[in-house]
């Protein structure tokens, strides 16, 4: 018996002894301004993608090139919404994979550039090719890189700024990013006049356009001024300073592989059976993201197809929303380091309701006038700028909550891995979020195209409200966190 027993620990401690053991960083004891400023920069430079791409171009060029290749609008619609969900699902199942491998080499930066000089290569391709469904499978691959680029970036957090204020920095980043969609929504305005417009989905829907004669016009530019405007905004980021491990990985790439997996497996059987916490936050965050996500996908094609605004007049909204947005969340960044997640879960709920309300009334036709052969329909339209300015804030609110509540579940040297497993969460609900929308779209789609993008709209708060109501069960250990205590506290 016992020269079983020895045998057994001898094969375990063999085993043990094969594995990379995760990279041990210090976390930053102090804050520096310059520092953080440029570590915000790629906040800017991948919010330029998130926005100018998947917000504000992604449907329309879909759309456009879907008819253009004979596809129906509602077919077009559900391939571009198919491929973001097929991204999001490469993204789910690569991120702890990618996550497990940061932990292991302890250095973050170098593939933040890395990824973002392939994300940046990669977004002119999706439209320089002209073809529908080459197009679609190109952004896929993009949208994984910039996702796997993303994951690192935040992993940075703890290495670069100490524990009091890493809601704040957060924030900062957030509320900084949106210099990413101040260009875009620049590139909306500027463009068209350099380019010309782009054809309507109206005008080919009700035959005033043939479909060999439509133009994608400015809409083609905005891939190509994106990829110039992530690159500008990426190089300040070169100059980050992080704490990094000085280890040296030398074993080879199948014991490199081997290590992450394992490490990747203690930390899933960490978070089902010992991190409850943890768990919750995935199953709150699926929800969550589920309805942002979307909300974020479709509201420039909810403005222009719903309401019926032209793109200058969906810019200004947008503008003026994110102007608002920015200020409330340098106040909500110093409030979630004093006052926790769970507090700002509470403000952010809030907004979501109201921002969604107000999106969904702004659709609302109160009056319709006939002049001749022509129907005026008026709507509440000015109910849009209010809608956006709280929507703006919500969505920053919520990526702030995310990532300080991460920092508050997990051990500091498991940070990627948990990111990872956070992508997974948000990534699978964003890939069905889009879904769902088209579905529920395509269903009422026949009573009209604004009450179906009302309805579609609201399906995704409920949704969102679920989530809340999950990730307000977690203990609250935020004061723990600002006295120095990390995952697993003592109870």
Not at 192 to 214: K, M, S
Not at 241 to 251: A, L, M, R, V
Not at 258 to 278: A, C, Y
Request: charge should be positive.
């Amino acid at each position: 018996m016992e020269d079983e027993t020895s045998s057994s620990d001898l094969h375990e401690g063999a085993t043990k002894s094969r594995i990379i053991e995760l990279a041990r960083v210090g976390e930053a004891q102090t804050t520096e301004k310059k520092n953080i400023l440029f570590w915000a920069f790629y906040d800017a430079a991948d919010t330029v993608f998130a926005m100018a791409i998947v917000s504000i171009t992604l449907f329309q060029w879909g759309e456009l090139m879907g008819l253009r290749s004979g596809f129906t609008f509602a077919r077009s619609h559900l391939l571009v919404s198919t491929f973001l969900m097929l991204s999001n699902v490469v993204v789910a199942i690569l991120m702890p994979i990618l996550g497990a491998h940061s932990d292991l080499v302890g250095k973050r930066k170098p593939l933040v550039i890395i990824l973002g000089v392939i994300t940046i290569a990669f977004i002119p391709l999706i439209v320089v090719t002209m073809r529908f469904l080459l197009g679609l499978l190109i952004f896929l691959i993009t949208n994984v890189v910039f996702q796997a680029a993303n994951l690192y970036y935040e992993s940075m957090l703890p290495f670069i700024c100490d524990t009091n204020s890493r809601a704040k920095v957060s924030a900062f980043g957030v509320a900084f990013g949106y210099v990413g969609t101040i260009f875009a929504i620049l590139l909306v305005f500027l463009l068209p006049r350099g380019f010309g417009d782009a054809t309507t989905v109206d005008d080919v829907l009700n035959n005033n356009v043939a479909i060999q004669d439509i133009q994608l016009g400015w809409v083609y530019w905005m891939f190509i001024f994106a990829a110039v405007f992530y690159l500008f905004l990426l190089i300040p980021f070169f100059f980050v300073k992080e704490n990094k491990s000085e280890k040296q990985i030398t074993e080879s790439f199948g014991r490199r592989t081997r290590s992450t997996f394992v490490q990747l497996g203690r930390t899933f059987k960490e978070i089902f059976k010992e991190n409850k916490g943890m768990l919750l936050f995935l199953v709150g965050w699926f929800l969550i993201n589920d309805a942002v996500g979307t909300v974020i996908a479709i509201m420039v094609d909810y403005l222009r197809e719903g309401l019926g605004l032209e793109e200058t007049t969906a810019g200004v909204i947008l503008f003026g929303g994110i102007l608002v947005g920015v200020a409330f969340l340098f106040i909500m960044g110093p409030v979630i380091d004093r006052k926790g997640p769970k507090f700002g879960v509470v403000i952010t709920a809030i907004a979501w309701i109201i921002g969604i309300i107000l999106t969904v009334l702004a659709g609302v036709t109160y009056k319709t006038v006939i002049i001749g052969n022509k129907t005026v329909i008026y709507k509440l339209r000015i109910l849009a700028y209010f809608a956006a300015a709280v929507l703006s804030f919500g969505m920053g609110s919520v990526f702030v909550i995310g990532r300080q509540f991460i920092l508050e579940l997990c051990p500091p040297e498991k940070i990627g891995q948990y990111m990872g497993f956070k992508k997974i969460s948000g990534k699978v609900s964003a890939a069905l979020g889009p879904l769902i929308f088209s579905g529920v779209l395509s269903l009422v789609l026949p009573y009209g195209k604004t009450l179906a993008y009302q309805i579609a709209i609201l399906s995704m708060l409920v949704f969102f409200l679920v989530g809340f109501v999950v990730i307000l069960f977690i203990k609250n250990n935020h004061a723990r966190y600002l006295k120095g205590e990390r995952y697993p506290y003592k109870e």
